[in-house]
């Protein structure tokens, strides 16, 4: 396996398999050997508001306010 920088899309993925739990032990030791922690901590931060302001807009909508 070569030792080189996920992609955007692979930070992605990683992010928002690893959130819902079904991260697979390849792509978990592609991102640990992938170098910096940063990529992943700012999707994971992206994520997890983009994540919470669509709780509450679903909310808004079912409660018609």
């Known amino acids: 396996m070569a030792d080189h920088k996920p992609s955007i899309f692979q930070v992605i993925g990683s992010v928002v398999s690893a959130?819902?739990?079904v991260q697979t032990s390849a792509n978990?030791?592609?991102d640990f050997k992938g170098?910096?922690?940063i990529p992943y901590l700012v999707a994971g931060v992206v994520f997890?508001?983009?994540f919470i302001l669509g709780i509450v807009g679903v909310v808004?909508?079912?409660l018609g306010s």
């Open 48 to 50: 997890t508001l983009l």
């Open 60 to 62: 808004k909508l079912v």
């Open 19 to 21: 959130a819902f739990g």
């Open 28 to 30: 978990r030791e592609r």
């Open 35 to 37: 170098g910096s922690a």
